[in-house]
């Protein structure tokens, strides 16, 4: 019963933002997504439909070494995001660092403020193929050091897009005409984690032409995951559609293995205190 | 305030069934019926020696006809009278509040910008009595009684006990010694100035507590009042001369009752009671809700008139106060229905279909939730009434509880219920979204006139509709004001995220159209929710120099904003979310308040000119006693259009039922002309604001005189400015 959330929410997103004016089924599919009882928590399949992907605070990791544990060992696996998709090279960020929108609106990396305590990236990408292009996905999971700088995160982001626009991502992208919806859980709709934000807008590489660019931000508890997707030339709208669907699919899984380690007790416990590159900062 | 019925009395009075006793006196006794249609009124009968006096029959009857013609707000209309009657009766609007006498007894004086108010309304209310042809005869602290939306008279002119002129034989004068005019005290016939002296009396009772002549025995009254100076105490400035000059000996110096309006022309306060000080508008409130426990006594029990009718109990009480509880499916939800008031008189073989109205519990929606029900049964009353009509119809109403499984029972009885033919609501944002998908799947079709996302039309694209604009738009629309207005200056834009998600919506398009079309300089703040970093960013804010401000959130943070903003001195233009408009913004944030504006398309009809406006405005106060609340403008026409169309549904032979699919196609296509607007919709079923006509359907109220003002439609502040520059 927990899959339907997912493929509602972001219809609804899709549907009404995109401005299609056909009507989706009642009874979403719930076919390919995860299942909210598939943690190792036995209360998981008992628990009510109405219930949002979260992570309780005493369960979220609580040092820097933690929580770069934590994210390091989640698994996201590029099919995760449809069929096709694979690892970019490079692969992951220094999870010391993370992507701050400056005054000027320009993306740039950053050490990691003191509250958070770890931030990875991790980039895929849909190859070109049959005439359409390329289509690149970027997932971040980030730790905040406690709830309330994980809403104030929230809250930036939402800020971000007021802000700026048109922000310049790297040299050569992008993105404009952004445009957010935010639900938080407890206002009721149908909702994926604590709090879901969904922007989409438009992106531009160095002259070419305009695609769909979609972001999409979960929280849950103390911990953030957002993705992005930069679509490439050649999809209908349909097509496009699919794209962000299948990368909230995929963000959802990643939500749902937050959750279940949460659930199961292990989110801290069991976290080797590896110590990677710039852990310690 | 009340007595049970005694064992004399009787159960019913033409078409009021009695409730209970209001008072007594020597003319009769004072009672409190309802209406069939479960309206409260208050029921005077006659007994004893005027009832069998035919001058007294002939200048009752005179009279009551008299007071039918009065028609203004302040004054407690008529409902009925028989004056051919054996007890002579008249009944009018029940008004639950306290009288002037009661509250200043409670709470000391009223302050004197309350007493201005008080002032100007009690001589609109004079002004009409004396231009149907009346004199009141009996103007003072008891006959005036206190609502919210501003006072009442009561108990004028008619059925008083003697002729025009003298004392009676027991020496007590007409009228009540310590508020009679000195021509009455000698003798004399009550005039039109008479009333404007007793009316000085009652201003200064208020303002200072005591009567302007002292109180003691009534010859002791009438003596001071004929020669003595009034006693007025610290009443200061503009109103103690306006006082001064009622209380004059010649009742030719006095002002009349259009002179005293004119010189205190605040206008009418609005329904939040914000006129009042806070200890006696709770007063007022507590009345209020008093009057909503009187029991419907059910006539079978109380005809014999041996069976003492005085206690129903508590539990018969709860019942018969129109809460019947249901228990909901296997969810274990609960949903409260209200009974169904109106009991159309059912012709012969005449099918009866029923309205629903889906509200929800809870303070956030108890205004829309009252002010949707009220409009359903004032639209299915009007039909009830129409002679010709083939059918009636009934109001049914479920409330769920604000959240989707309650939502989704409350549409599930509806759409069970066979005889039920649409839907008003639901009034709430996540019971719009989740009960649309179970009104969609039984092709029941719905209105919703206080909603604005729109996501409904995902799981109910056929039968779900409406009326309001999207958050969104109404945030675009708060730029469109600052530009006829000619406030475009830097703005500081806060979002904070406790008031829900229609602040991003909102915020979203105040940010985007002040920079893009307006081109003006804009800071946008998104707050967090439970961090209370609003404080924060308002101080962020001016300390970059905003010139404007707009705080989209909850009601407590606004107000603690406009706090912050006048602690500030800051006096650039303020914005406040649209759902603000009619809460209790102007009575919390006080002086603070005041110039905040707030765009929406709720309209206040009784602002309005148009013959529409002041029809449907004057039903509602024959109906309700008050102006329409906000929001009722909008659920009325819901209603209306809902039924409209429902008629053109319903197939002209007998037997043959209406198709409930039908309506949501034809509903789709209307155009609707309602109050203060055009109904159409749009691909999505919503509000269509494709056209030029929003412009005129959007309304800007402001903060002012601690309470919503309309200022006016954009399209009428925009003539304005066009005609000025």
Same mark, same amino acid.
């Given at each position: ?84 998709? $694979? ?86 992208? $992008? ?85 279940? $380690? ?20 | ?61 005179? =009279? ?36 002037? +006498? ?10 004197? &910008? ?8 009690? +001589? ?59 021509? &009455? ?58 006082? =001064? ?22 206008? +009418? ?64 939800? +609960? ?43 004032? @639209? ?91 958050? @969104? ?212 079923? &919503? ?14 109220? =402001? ?23």
């Amino acid at each position: 019963m927990a899959g339907w959330r997912p493929v509602l929410a972001v219809a609804a997103g899709t549907l009404l933002l995109a401005g299609c004016s056909s009507g989706s089924g009642d009874e979403p599919k719930a076919e390919g997504t995860p299942k909210k009882s598939s943690g190792a928590s036995p209360s998981a399949s008992a628990s009510p439909v109405n219930e949002p992907y979260t992570l309780a605070e005493d369960r979220a990791p609580r040092t820097r070494a933690e929580a770069v544990a934590f994210v390091r060992e989640l698994t996201v696996r590029p099919d995760y995001f449809g069929t096709g998709y $694979r690892k970019r090279d490079p692969f992951e960020s220094d999870p010391a660092e993370w992507a701050v929108l400056g005054e000027d609106c320009l993306w740039r990396r950053e050490g990691l403020p003191d509250t958070v305590l770890a931030s990875l990236t991790r980039m895929y990408e849909l190859p070109a193929k049959g005439g359409k292009g390329p289509v690149y996905v970027s997932l971040t999971v980030t730790v905040h050091q406690d709830v309330v700088s994980a809403r104030r995160d929230m809250a930036g982001s939402l800020e971000e897009a007021l802000r700026c626009p048109e922000q310049q991502l790297n040299a050569t992208d $992008r993105v404009r005409g952004l445009y957010s919806q935010a639900d938080a859980f407890t206002g009721g709709r149908t909702v994926i984690s604590d709090d879901d934000l969904t922007e989409r807008g438009n992106w531009v590489a160095d002259g070419g032409k305009a695609h769909p660019f979609d972001w999409y931000k979960f929280r849950m508890g103390p911990v953030t995951v957002a993705a992005t997707a930069r679509h490439g030339s050649g999809r209908t709208e349909a097509e496009d559609s699919t794209v962000t669907t299948d990368m909230a699919k995929g963000m959802t899984f990643v939500a749902a293995s937050i959750d279940s $380690r949460g659930k199961a007790g292990d989110a801290s416990a069991t976290a080797e205190p590896t110590e990677p590159k710039g852990a310690g900062q | 305030m009340s007595e049970p019925l005694r064992s004399s009395d009787p159960s019913r009075i033409a078409g009021f069934r009695l409730l209970r006793r209001l008072g007594a006196g020597g003319m009769g006794v004072v009672y409190l019926g309802r209406t069939d249609s479960g309206a409260l009124a208050a029921v005077k009968v006659i007994r004893g020696e005027g009832a069998g006096d035919d001058g007294f029959r002939a200048r009752f009857a005179r =009279e009551v006809e008299l007071a039918r013609r009065v028609d203004r707000p302040w004054v407690v209309p008529v409902l009925d009278a028989d004056a051919e009657a054996r007890e002579p009766w008249l009944a009018t609007v029940f008004v639950p509040g306290p009288s002037v +006498a009661e509250a200043v007894a409670a709470h000391g004086p009223l302050p004197s &910008q309350a007493v201005r108010v008080l002032g100007g309304l009690l +001589a609109q209310a004079l002004d009409a009595v004396h231009t149907a042809g009346l004199v009141h005869r009996d103007v003072k602290p008891g006959n005036v009684l206190l609502a919210l939306d501003g006072p009442r008279l009561i108990d004028f002119g008619i059925a008083r006990a003697t002729d025009d002129t003298a004392l009676t034989a027991s020496g007590l004068v007409v009228g009540t010694p310590g508020f009679l005019a000195p021509e &009455q005290a000698e003798g004399q016939p009550a005039t039109s100035a008479s009333d404007l002296f007793a009316l000085g009396c009652v201003l200064a009772y208020a303002s200072t507590g005591t009567p302007p002549f002292g109180t003691g025995a009534p010859d002791a009254l009438v003596y001071r009042t004929v020669h003595d100076e009034p006693e007025l105490g610290d009443v200061e400035g503009e109103l103690r001369s306006l006082v =001064e000059r009622c209380l004059a000996k010649d009742p030719a110096a006095r002002p009349t009752a259009d002179d005293v309006r004119g010189l205190l022309a605040d206008d +009418a306060p609005d329904a939040s009671g914000g006129w009042l000080p806070d200890s006696v508008a709770r007063m007022v409130a507590a009345r209020s809700a008093e009057s909503l426990a009187f029991p419907d006594v059910e006539p079978t029990v109380v005809d014999d008139p041996a069976v003492p009718t005085g206690h129903p109990g508590r539990r018969r009480l709860l019942l018969a106060g129109g809460a019947l509880l249901l228990a909901g499916g296997g969810t274990g939800a +609960a949903v409260w229905a209200s009974g169904d008031d109106e009991k159309p008189s059912t012709g012969v073989g005449r099918p009866v279909y029923v309205l629903g109205v889906h509200t929800t519990t809870g303070t956030a929606e108890a205004a829309v939730s009252r002010a949707s029900e009220r409009a359903a049964r004032l @639209a299915v009353a009007q039909h009830n009434a129409t002679p010709k009509r083939s059918y009636d119809l009934k109001v049914k109403v479920l409330a769920d509880r604000g959240d989707a499984d309650t939502a989704r029972e409350v549409a599930r009885t509806f759409t069970a219920d066979r005889d039920v033919v649409a839907v008003l609501g639901p009034v709430a944002e996540l019971p719009m979204q989740r009960a649309a998908a179970v009104y969609g799947a039984a092709g029941l079709t719905h209105v919703s006139s206080s909603t604005g996302q729109q996501d409904y039309f995902l799981t109910s694209p056929k039968t779900s509709f409406q009326s309001g604009p999207a958050h @969104a738009a109404l945030g675009g629309w708060i730029g469109l004001h600052a530009y006829i207005t000619q406030q475009v200056v830097p703005a500081g834009v806060v979002i904070d995220r406790a008031g829900g998600s229609a602040m991003q919506d909102e915020g979203t398009q105040v940010v985007g159209n002040w920079r893009n079309i307006l081109k003006s300089e804009v800071v946008p703040r998104v707050v967090a929710e439970d961090t209370d970093d609003g404080p924060k960013a308002v101080r962020e804010l001016l300390a970059a120099g905003v010139k404007a401000f707009v705080y989209l959130g909850a009601l407590d943070a606004t107000v603690r904003t406009a706090r912050s903003l006048a602690a500030a001195r800051f006096t650039g233009p303020r914005w406040m979310q649209h759902q603000l408009y009619g809460s209790d913004f102007p009575r919390l944030a006080g002086a603070a308040g005041e110039g905040w504006y707030v765009v929406t398309d709720a309209a206040d009809p009784s602002v309005l000119t148009t013959k529409r406006a002041k029809d449907f405005t004057a039903a509602w106060r024959k109906r309700y006693g008050s102006t329409p609340e906000p929001y009722a403008t909008e659920a009325y026409d819901s209603a209306g259009m809902l039924l409209a169309e429902f008629a053109r549904t319903v197939p002209a032979g007998a037997r043959r039922r209406p198709v409930r699919a039908d309506l949501a196609v034809r509903l789709a296509k209307v155009k609707y002309q309602g109050i203060a607007r055009t109904y159409a919709f749009g691909d999505f079923h &919503q509000y269509d604001n494709s056209s030029t006509g929003w412009a005129d359907e959007t309304f800007v109220h =402001e903060v002012r005189g601690g309470r919503f003002r309309q200022l006016g439609s954009l399209g009428d502040l925009n003539r304005a400015a066009q005609s000025q520059g």
